[in-house]
């Protein structure tokens, strides 16, 4: 079974980036679609991003494409999210998780869900 490590969240003005890391062992990741998503404070989680296995098929919603951008060094079992332009309303936990079914970007499909990283925006 997979374990995933998220990593790199912090607090940061608006504007700014900041660039998360999603570190998986026990599995090899290369032959998985693997996705982010958060959850704020009061509000249920949310997708954000997925690549599949090549990291040439990406999924974003539709609040935070343009700025954010999901990518994957299978070489490493690391899947990155480089958040830029970043607004109040991206304060949240970002978690990783491997899609284990369905080909969609549906919150139900993904398990192995990190701890998480904490990223906070202020105005």
């Known amino acids: 079974q997979v374990q995933l490590v998220e990593s790199g969240g912090g607090s940061v003005q608006a504007g700014g980036s900041l660039r998360l890391s999603c570190a998986a062992s026990?599995?090899?990741?290369?032959?998985?679609?693997v996705g982010w998503s958060r959850q704020a404070p009061g509000k249920e989680r949310e997708f954000v991003a997925a690549?599949?296995?090549?990291?040439?098929?990406?999924y974003y919603a539709e609040s935070v494409k343009g700025r954010f951008t999901i990518s994957r060094d299978n070489a490493k079992n690391t899947v990155y999210l480089q958040m830029n332009s970043l607004k109040p309303e991206d304060t949240a936990v970002y978690y990783c998780?491997?899609?284990?079914?369905?080909?969609?970007?549906?919150?139900?499909?993904?398990?192995?869900w990190g701890q998480g990283t904490q990223v906070t925006v202020s105005s």
């Open positions: 998780a491997v899609r284990t079914s369905g080909r969609g970007t549906a919150l139900a499909d993904f398990a192995s």
């Open positions: 026990g599995r090899a990741l290369s032959s998985k679609t």
């Open positions: 690549t599949a296995w090549s990291g040439v098929t990406t």
